[in-house]
């Protein structure tokens, strides 16, 4: 009988990285990435270093403590980079994507990928990059690049860029939830806790059965699908975990109204980076899938 459940390994590996980049704050200096890499988070799913269900655990323990590193961008270059730029990218060199002259962490980006939804490209800057900070307060540029070379096994990149995609916004969108389903038992008004109103409990509820859904159409993708399915699984499972993760994110921030943006609260934070995550790799062709119905 199959079982979408993690195995005692895999929980483990849950629980080390969650304790290596606990702290937000600090989860992109030089020294937490490595820690990433020293673990093998950034070598997982490549020959040799684990299989798709170790990496969506991974990615959901990272998701769930908000990790706002480019995440998406190593699952892809892990695929596609061959010999000592492969040896870089998951001992800890960050890699950015490139979208239309927009660049992934481009201010702090080492290995530099084009990717359109069906192929990949390694390229360079034709120039300096424009800086500039996302609204989830990650550091990227923009600018032009010139293509050095297509990369092979890209068909593999990306459905290991969706299985990122999907498994770290459920993870963020499971630790919204829990801060919703907190804020409405403590939150008092008119003589009692919030949660007890069916306007504030019921959209919590219904966004814990979308995220749950998108969780094990997301491990079942990783379990079922192999290279031979061209990703389509999976790619499914990002369009579907994409959609119920920033329904969870506008669930919580009514349920806390203007808290959810205070400075002292993450949840701003989280609901920008699962939006910010959700389209940082381009669907492309893949977007041909038939997007299938969560049932409600």
Known sequence: MLSLEPSAEQVALAQSVAAACADPEDAMAAPRWGVLAEIGVLALGSAGYGAAPDMI???EALGAVGHPGPLVAAAFAAQVLTGPLHEAATS???VGLVVDGLVSWGQRADILIEVDGTNAWLVEADGPLEPFTTLADRPWARGTTRRKVELDNALEGYRYGDLTVAAWVTGAATHLLERGAVHARERRQFGGPIGRFHAVSHPLAAAAAE???ARDLTRLAAVTEGPEKLGLLAAQARIVASRAAMRAAFAVHQVHGALGFA???????FSAGIRECSVVLPLGLRARVQQPQVER
């Open 211 to 213: 995220v749950g859904a």
């Open 263 to 269: 400075i002292e609260s993450d949840i701003a934070r």
């Open 92 to 94: 800890g060199a960050m």
């Open 57 to 59: 655990a991974a990615m």
